[in-house]
């Protein structure tokens, strides 16, 4: 038995203590919003936060969690970081096809919780983990800025 | 917000007829629209949401002719069904193409108004007034003398015991208020919360999880396997072999994933065992030397070439290459004894329906399919080989069972985009002006395969699409396709389809023919684009907007594309790239215009143009998907490497604004990006590469 506290609810589960996080959330815990992309910490899909620190849940085991907090999509609008972000990505209209898009938001959130004004290379560098096939990189760099300023951005042929 | 009902199934079978009565009666003219006594709208969407945008464009163009505001709206899914949700293009249910728009533009408002007519008719009635009086806004009809108004749900009991109009009034254009508008996405909501349920987040009462190993050498089959190995991983329930693929069923992922590695699986890997990359190039350039078939013949091309001032010649590759979707293949089975229940996400829910009905044996009728997000298609999902193997394996599963594949199985058993071969002529008369032009195509038939019917007088249309409408103005061309099919991977549509290939080539050559008489790329097309218009006007806008012909500093160089094929679409395309002294291509900028005609919302066009031009830069810069003894080099990320944030390049789309018929807009970003790229690296550093991925650091 391993305890797993999630959103800030402890869950007793039943799992090998090398399992990955991510799959003690879908499988385990049946908290779909955290995905499976690439189980090897290459894709960024699964990445959840750690005590506020954004981690890939697909390499991580569970017994590195014991004792600590793991924050997932579903509960990230909690946090005034991720509240940001997601009103940002909304108003943006960044997801596409939207399955990497978990694993960017909580990426985001922690890089915003921590730096509150992100430069370009500050974003470059927590997000480069982050991949997303539809290619939604433009939108997502924009959004983390009009998160950080609370402002519009626009720029030529940015938007309509 | 907007609400997703992706559990009902239900038909649309409450037509008009028949309905009458005092009970109240939900009014559903047609199967994209139902109209409930109470509650919101449900439009019923028959193409799948892969990331496109096209639960917002096709809802719009219900709601811009049913009069109703976007926030009474919930969308469903279509369940299979090829007659009642057929893309008009193909005659069956398929998203793909991008099509979508193009073959609904018409039908949907068509649905749109017929449903509007009889609202209308519905209150007139009711008030015993003349329908002209009477005016239908925001989910309500109003009878414009006496201001009486009734609520859509008030008119549906009513409205469902009218007879379907015939012939219905479409809106003008130019009273459109929904239709052009940059109206925000229906399911940005549910993709920023973790609640968009995609067919890998299906969870069933006493379901299981299995993950799959199919052979590694396409045609091979299962030699041995260390059974009770994988059976001692805890949470290990079941090992399911077919004759080409072991499955491992298990209470999770993880355990279904250690009991196959478990496995120690051995192959018997059968006739393509020694194939490598190079047999198969080898077989497409000796099946080069031959004719094909003719696409397209002007005047007398050979003869021209003979003739002309100087000729010139080149042979370009373009390799396989995977799709790599965000969300790996997956398919919940649940086989019961006389029925089979599917969820997953296709961009064929009909053919993944009559896939199950085919593995299983049952009949049409007996299978329920359900479709979801997809967590990207790229022509993936048009694929229905890994609902059938799901199924395969459910077969032998007492209990609904969800097959996911890892992202080394999907890499490694994709449907690939062709390894093509082309061999390419034209001739220069003595002021440089091209004379003659020909182009030989080498693949396969991915059209003979997946819509015979499609396949006349053995001309493919998707291998020779976007070469065969050259829009250039030169006196005598041959455009000619042969066939030459590749049984060591399976191969099939990747975003930009036979465009992608072709364009790369096509305006790469170009680009050599404008060197070759020593002049400017844009003037080159220009003077040759004459009887184009549409095409002139995105190259002057990419030209001015991209900055064409401002100085860049040493080893940066700009690079043009031009694009035009059965899309409809035209787009330009200017790329600006720096060529480090190690080969390494960094881009800095991209602009692209783009003219498709009808913009039913712009901000999704400029979306899906950003989307393809990243999809297009991986591919152009890395993607390749290599064979080593019949089995794929490639795995995962490390080594199918695809483009990262602090790679992406800003990218800029201008859009021209006509009433044209709508164009396609999903890949044409896609595919006019490479040859724009590898014409930017030969303006940077003076190597004209003519193989793809673009990697000017082994050029010579």
Not at chain 1, 51 to 74: H, M, Y
Request: glycine letters at 10%.
């Amino acid at each position: 038995m391993v305890t797993l506290k999630v959103n800030g609810k402890s869950h007793q589960v039943d799992v090998p203590s090398d399992m990955p996080i991510l799959w003690v959330l879908r499988d385990v815990l049946g908290m779909t919003g955290t995905k499976f992309g690439c189980g090897m910490a290459l894709c960024g899909a699964c990445t959840v936060q750690l005590d506020g620190q954004a981690i890939r849940s697909c390499v991580t085991p569970v017994s590195a969690a014991v004792g600590k907090a793991v924050t997932t999509i579903e509960a990230i609008g909690a946090t005034p970081a991720g509240r940001k972000v997601q009103t940002a990505w909304i108003a943006l209209d960044v997801p596409q096809c939207g399955y990497c898009q978990s694993g960017q938001i909580m990426s985001a959130s922690a890089l915003l919780a921590k730096n509150p004004r992100p430069t370009d290379a500050d974003i470059d560098a927590a997000m480069a983990g982050n991949i997303c096939r539809c290619g939604t990189y433009g939108r997502i760099r924009a959004a983390i800025k009009q998160a950080a300023n609370g402002a519009a951005i626009s720029g030529k042929g940015a938007r309509s | 917000m907007l609400g997703y009902r992706v559990e009902g199934q239900q038909r649309a079978t409450s037509t008009a007829a028949g309905t009458s009565g005092t009970t109240s009666t939900r009014f559903a003219p047609n199967a994209f629209i139902r109209i409930p006594p109470e509650g919101r709208v449900t439009l019923v969407m028959p193409q799948a949401e892969m990331g496109q945008g096209v639960y917002t464009s096709l809802s719009m163009l219900l709601a811009e002719e049913l009069e109703i505001a976007p926030s009474q709206i919930q969308l469903e899914h279509a369940p299979p069904d090829n007659k009642l949700y057929a893309n008009p293009f193909f005659g069956e249910q398929m998203t793909g193409a991008s099509s979508s728009v193009r073959a609904f533009y018409e039908p949907l408002r068509r649905a749109g108004a017929t449903a509007r007519t009889m609202l209308v008719a519905a209150a007139a009635a009711s008030w015993k007034v003349d329908p002209a009086s009477c005016r239908a806004q925001k989910g309500a009809v109003t009878h414009m003398p006496t201001r009486r108004t009734l609520s859509y749900g008030a008119l549906a009991t009513r409205a469902a015991a009218l007879p379907v109009p015939d012939k219905v009034v479409l809106k003008d254009p130019k009273d459109f208020t929904l239709i052009g508008t940059p109206a925000k996405r229906f399911d940005t909501s549910s993709k920023v919360n973790g609640t968009a349920q995609f067919g890998i987040d299906v969870r069933l009462p006493g379901m299981l999880i299995a993950t799959v190993a199919a052979s590694p050498v396409l045609g091979g089959k299962v030699a041995g396997i260390d059974e009770d190995k994988a059976k001692a991983v805890p949470a290990v329930r079941q090992i399911v072999r077919l004759d080409d693929a072991v499955a491992v069923v298990a209470d999770h992922m993880w355990a279904a994933k250690q009991g196959l590695a478990a496995l120690a699986i051995r192959w018997d890997d059968g006739p393509n065992a020694n194939l490598s990359t190079a047999d198969i190039v080898q077989g497409l350039a000796k099946a080069s030397q031959g004719a094909g078939v003719t696409a397209r013949k002007e005047g007398d091309p050979e003869s021209a070439l003979t003739g002309a001032a100087k000729t010139i010649e080149a042979v370009y590759e373009a390799p396989f290459l995977a799709h790599a979707a965000m969300e790996p293949m997956n398919c919940t089975v649940h086989v019961r004894k006389d029925s089979c229940e599917v969820w997953t996400g296709s961009q064929v829910l009909s053919r993944a329906r009559a896939a199950a009905a085919e593995v299983t044996g049952f009949p049409l009728e007996k299978v329920v399919a359900h479709n979801h997000f997809l967590g990207g298609g790229f022509g993936r999902r048009l694929e229905v080989d890994y609902v059938a193997q799901a199924v395969r394996i459910a077969k032998q599963v007492d209990a609904p069972v969800k097959v996911v594949w890892t992202r080394e199985e999907d890499v490694q058993h994709d449907v690939y985009r062709p390894y093509y071969y082309d061999r390419l002529a034209a001739g220069l008369d003595q002021q440089g002006m091209p004379v003659a032009w020909t182009h030989r195509i080498v693949g396969p038939a991915i059209i003979a395969r997946y819509l015979p019917g499609a396949f006349k007088d053995g001309k493919d249309i998707d291998a020779i699409d976007g070469a065969v409408q050259l829009l250039y103005d030169i006196p005598a061309i041959r455009v000619e396709h042969v066939r030459h099919e590749e049984p060591v991977l399976n191969t099939g549509f990747w975003r930009g389809v036979g465009v992608t290939h072709n364009n790369f080539v096509v305006e790469s050559f170009v680009d050599e023919l404008a060197a070759a008489s020593s002049q400017d790329p844009v003037a080159f097309r220009r003077a040759l684009l004459r009887k184009s218009p549409r095409a002139l006007a995105v190259l002057d806008l990419a030209a001015r907007e991209g900055q064409w012909g401002k100085a860049l500093p040493r080893g940066r160089g700009r690079g043009v594309s031009l694009l035009y094929s059965d899309w409809g679409s035209y787009l330009a395309q200017v790329a600006d790239v720096e060529v480090a002294g190690s080969g390494d291509v960094r881009v800095h900028r991209i602009v692209c215009a783009v003219d498709c005609g009808q913009i039913v919302n712009p901000d999704i066009v400029r979306a899906q143009i950003e989307s393809g031009i990243v999809y297009g830069v991986s591919a152009a810069l890395w993607g390749e998907v290599t064979l080593s003894n019949g089995r794929v080099d490639q795995s995962n990320f490390h080594n199918y490497r695809v483009l990262r944030m602090n790679e992406a390049p800003p990218i800029e789309v201008y859009l021209l604004r006509n009433g044209e018929a709508p164009g396609g807009i999903g890949e044409p970003g896609t595919a006019v990006t490479a040859a724009a790229l590898n014409n930017a690296i030969y303006a940077a550093t003076g190597k004209r590469l003519r193989k793809l991925p673009l990697q000017p650091g082994l050029a010579s």
